[in-house]
């Protein structure tokens, strides 16, 4: 945290109003060596591009001298610039680390359906994506192909949890909490959705079985 938060005050000092935390290490359900740690600096103003440029360089420093986390994400934001999407995430699944705390909420009220619609990534970007992504991981590359069954696992069942909370389940913010509300708010998708979690949970180093789970995901989401 503090060699983050070094980086962020050294370039960008003048500008920051908030650091934050975010992702599975914010939620304390981080898998070492596959999660992200991913911070986020919310601006006053639009850095310079040498300024972009030099925090890069120093997440790619600080991802090769931390193994435990797959990479370290210094990402800059200017405040004006959040989407109300963006804001609610900060809001509800990230932790405040310096400056002045600006979206820490106890409790806040949201229609299931502005949620659902706000929250819910592009399915057939996301399993199209996916797929190419895992095929053109070079052979043998069994790290590569985990990381990505990890990644494939989670973005598509971020995409199904629309369907749990519109049938009355609770906003989830962990795969494994997303996993248990599809299994009993969608029980026709059972298959799927443990096959989507296992290979989250569990990364798998196959490349056929993780294009068999997602052409399973679409074969039942998006053929017509």
Known sequence: MADAIAVYTEIVGNLIREIRLMGSV???????????????ALLSAQP????????????AELSQRFACVSKVDLETV???????????????????LWGTDLYT?????????????????????IVTRRQEA??????????????????SGKDVLKCLRKEALLAGGTYERTIAGIHRQLRVHTPDR?????????????????????LAALGLAEAQLLSP
């Open 78 to 96: 200017v405040l004006e610039r959040l989407s109300e999407a963006r804001r609610f995430i900060l809001s509800s699944d990230s932790v405040h």
């Open 134 to 151: 895992v095929r053109g991981v070079p052979e043998g590359d069994e790290a590569m192909l985990m990381q990505w069954s990890r990644w």
């Open 26 to 40: 914010a939620r304390g359900d981080a898998v070492a060596p596959f999660s992200d740690i991913d911070f986020i």
């Open 48 to 59: 310079t591009e040498g300024q972009v440029a030099a925090i890069a360089g120093k997440a």
């Open 190 to 210: 059972i298959e799927l959705v443990d096959a989507l979690y296992e290979l989250y949970a569990q990364p798998e180093p196959d490349k056929e079985r993780i």
């Open 105 to 125: 909420l106890c409790e806040q009220r949201i229609s299931r359906q502005k949620l659902a619609d706000m929250l819910t990534p592009d399915l057939e970007g």
